[in-house]
């Protein structure tokens, strides 16, 4: 039973922490136990905290049990990305140089996690300040793939989809700069969503680029991914950039699943040649889907989509570089005193620090960025990437006139072997270029599986982006089209995972019989 409850929705586990059929304290348990069972070979998490998720969860039966109203995702439990400051509990952005930071706060999301009673199971691994796609840039080492230990789980954010593909954790949070949801979503069939920007507040962030960054809700279905959103969404005093409005209704659009009439717009720059024949396969399978549920399809031309790749690698490089000034070895985190000098000045200690602090992909796009912004090439550089934005941002504008969604596959391939692409940043850049141009515009997307390439077995990520602040939209057509996929592949394709404990392994006895069909 308790190695079920691992199996269950979000929406399953809320619907029956509601009834007190479960207790939180049990839900929890048991994902801690899954952790404890599978970890080892995944590395989802950099920090599980076991003392401070059973406790949340205790508190939460309690108070339900004093016949407290609570909150509908009470006990709940969920993984949070490193980036994100959680008080208490170790945020070291998979970088060396935050080793050992403890914040004395929250992020205004993990506020929210808390104060809907939704115990925090632990920190996800992540490439170091979210620069990457497959989480080896992480200074503690890979994430990997449940679906291939071998292969990538996407990145930046491969803990927070590892962590659901392996039954870790029934939700996590995620952030998204150029693709760090929907990418890590896509390689390992799960659920991602980066909402519209400022539609979750980045107050308590470790910041990438400020201009890009969105944080936002991670999942095994929409419905579940809709719920968490619901809960981290909205207004933020503190985050000047936070969208003064409500969160959209994005779990009665869940819900709904209604695209009766709906114009779904298909990207011709972002299908076709360059992607994997499987993911290409996929993606038709599912527009003829989409259609058979009731929407109608158009193309759509957006072609300053060629350049926002470029665009891109000179705005994040120059905001990056920016941010990242502030580990200085001054005020917390790492500090390193070089070696052979007596009495080293403050620039000295910064720069033993840096050396030693971060990994070879922080410095690259350092030097980059600061190249980018330096006097005589800021126009050349920062300047035209800048235009170039707002080009793209005016290729959605019309593609929006007419379509009401647009949609593409998520990443060129399907998930690539751990070590692959690691020498080659420029084959790891191209992963993105389906994913960044909503960040380069601010709108929301979300990527949700659209089943298995035929080549290798893997799973294919489906990508809908919408106008902004229409995010309910991604969830009514991710909904509509979830439905439509369950019954072609009978099923959830998660079941279809092979199990990672052996029989007779460290988990219970229920190990290697219930991974695949349980649900
Ligand atoms: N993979 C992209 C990059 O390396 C996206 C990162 C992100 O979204 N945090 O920049």
């Given at each position: 039973m308790t190695?079920?409850?691992?199996?269950?929705?979000?929406?399953r586990l809320a619907d029956a922490l509601g009834r007190r059929e479960i207790s939180a304290v049990e839900v929890t348990q048991a994902h801690l136990d899954r952790t404890a069972a599978v970890d080892g070979a995944v590395h989802s998490y950099l920090h599980v905290d076991t003392r401070g998720a059973l406790e949340q969860a205790k508190a939460v039966d309690d108070a339900r049990t004093s016949g407290a109203e609570l909150h509908v995702m009470a006990g709940v439990p969920v993984a949070v990305k490193d980036v994100v400051a959680t008080q208490g509990l170790p945020t070291t952005c998979g970088s060396r140089i935050l080793a050992g930071w403890v914040p004395p706060y929250d992020a205004t999301l993990v506020s929210k996690l808390r104060a809907a009673g939704m115990p925090i199971l632990g920190k996800t691994n992540m490439d170091e300040f979210a620069m990457g796609s497959s989480t080896e840039h992480s200074a503690f080492g890979p994430s990997r793939n449940p679906w291939d230990l071998d292969r990538i789980p996407g990145g930046s954010g491969g803990g927070s989809s590892s962590v659901l593909a392996s039954f870790q954790a029934p939700l996590a949070v995620g952030t998204d700069t150029g693709g760090s949801i929907r990418q890590p979503a896509a390689v390992t069939g799960t659920v991602g969503t980066k909402?519209?920007?400022g539609g979750v507040s980045r107050y308590g962030l470790v910041a990438l680029a400020s201009s890009l960054d969105q944080a936002g809700p991670c999942g095994r279905t929409v419905l579940d991914t809709a719920m968490l959103h619901a809960v981290i969404g909205g207004y933020d005093p503190r985050d000047s950039t936070s969208i003064h409005a409500p969160v959209p209704a994005v779990v009665r659009a869940a819900q709904s699943?209604?695209?009766?009439?709906?114009?779904?717009g298909v990207v011709r720059q972002l299908t076709g040649e360059g992607y994997q024949p499987g993911v290409q396969a996929r993606f038709d399978e599912a527009v003829a889907l989409l259609v058979d549920a009731g929407a109608e399809v158009v193309e759509v031309d957006c072609p300053n989509f060629a350049y926002a790749l470029a665009a891109y690698y000179l705005i994040l490089p120059s905001?990056?570089?920016?941010?990242?000034a502030r580990f200085d070895a001054m005020r917390y985190g790492l500090r390193v005193l070089p070696e052979g000098i007596d009495d080293p000045s403050a620039e000295q200690v910064m720069a033993a620090t840096r050396e030693a602090?971060?990994?070879a992909e922080v410095k690259r796009r350092i030097i980059l960025g600061t190249y980018a912004l330096s006097s005589g090439y800021y126009d050349a550089y920062y300047g035209q990437a800048q235009k170039v934005r707002r080009l793209i941002a005016d290729d959605f504008t019309r593609a929006f006139e007419?379509?009401?969604?647009?949609?593409?596959?998520?990443?060129?391939?399907?998930?690539?072997?751990i070590g692959e692409k690691l020498d080659d940043p420029m084959a790891m850049y191209l992963n993105d270029v389906a994913t960044i141009p909503a960040n380069l515009a601010g709108i929301p997307g979300m990527s949700l599986p659209s089943g298995l390439a035929d080549e290798d077995g893997l799973p294919t990520g489906f990508q809908i982006l919408a106008p902004a602040t229409h995010d309910d939209r991604l969830y009514a057509v991710g909904s509509a089209l979830e439905r439509q996929l369950v019954s072609r592949w009978g099923g959830r394709l998660l079941e279809r995972i092979p199990e990672l404990v052996p029989a007779g392994g460290s988990d219970d006895q229920h190990a290697g019989a219930t991974m695949g069909m349980a649900r």
């Amino acid at each position: 039973m308790t190695h079920d409850l691992t199996r269950w929705s979000a929406a399953r586990l809320a619907d029956a922490l509601g009834r007190r059929e479960i207790s939180a304290v049990e839900v929890t348990q048991a994902h801690l136990d899954r952790t404890a069972a599978v970890d080892g070979a995944v590395h989802s998490y950099l920090h599980v905290d076991t003392r401070g998720a059973l406790e949340q969860a205790k508190a939460v039966d309690d108070a339900r049990t004093s016949g407290a109203e609570l909150h509908v995702m009470a006990g709940v439990p969920v993984a949070v990305k490193d980036v994100v400051a959680t008080q208490g509990l170790p945020t070291t952005c998979g970088s060396r140089i935050l080793a050992g930071w403890v914040p004395p706060y929250d992020a205004t999301l993990v506020s929210k996690l808390r104060a809907a009673g939704m115990p925090i199971l632990g920190k996800t691994n992540m490439d170091e300040f979210a620069m990457g796609s497959s989480t080896e840039h992480s200074a503690f080492g890979p994430s990997r793939n449940p679906w291939d230990l071998d292969r990538i789980p996407g990145g930046s954010g491969g803990g927070s989809s590892s962590v659901l593909a392996s039954f870790q954790a029934p939700l996590a949070v995620g952030t998204d700069t150029g693709g760090s949801i929907r990418q890590p979503a896509a390689v390992t069939g799960t659920v991602g969503t980066k909402p519209t920007y400022g539609g979750v507040s980045r107050y308590g962030l470790v910041a990438l680029a400020s201009s890009l960054d969105q944080a936002g809700p991670c999942g095994r279905t929409v419905l579940d991914t809709a719920m968490l959103h619901a809960v981290i969404g909205g207004y933020d005093p503190r985050d000047s950039t936070s969208i003064h409005a409500p969160v959209p209704a994005v779990v009665r659009a869940a819900q709904s699943a209604d695209v009766t009439g709906l114009r779904v717009g298909v990207v011709r720059q972002l299908t076709g040649e360059g992607y994997q024949p499987g993911v290409q396969a996929r993606f038709d399978e599912a527009v003829a889907l989409l259609v058979d549920a009731g929407a109608e399809v158009v193309e759509v031309d957006c072609p300053n989509f060629a350049y926002a790749l470029a665009a891109y690698y000179l705005i994040l490089p120059s905001e990056a570089s920016s941010n990242l000034a502030r580990f200085d070895a001054m005020r917390y985190g790492l500090r390193v005193l070089p070696e052979g000098i007596d009495d080293p000045s403050a620039e000295q200690v910064m720069a033993a620090t840096r050396e030693a602090g971060f990994g070879a992909e922080v410095k690259r796009r350092i030097i980059l960025g600061t190249y980018a912004l330096s006097s005589g090439y800021y126009d050349a550089y920062y300047g035209q990437a800048q235009k170039v934005r707002r080009l793209i941002a005016d290729d959605f504008t019309r593609a929006f006139e007419a379509a009401d969604v647009l949609v593409s596959p998520t990443a060129p391939t399907t998930a690539f072997r751990i070590g692959e692409k690691l020498d080659d940043p420029m084959a790891m850049y191209l992963n993105d270029v389906a994913t960044i141009p909503a960040n380069l515009a601010g709108i929301p997307g979300m990527s949700l599986p659209s089943g298995l390439a035929d080549e290798d077995g893997l799973p294919t990520g489906f990508q809908i982006l919408a106008p902004a602040t229409h995010d309910d939209r991604l969830y009514a057509v991710g909904s509509a089209l979830e439905r439509q996929l369950v019954s072609r592949w009978g099923g959830r394709l998660l079941e279809r995972i092979p199990e990672l404990v052996p029989a007779g392994g460290s988990d219970d006895q229920h190990a290697g019989a219930t991974m695949g069909m349980a649900r």
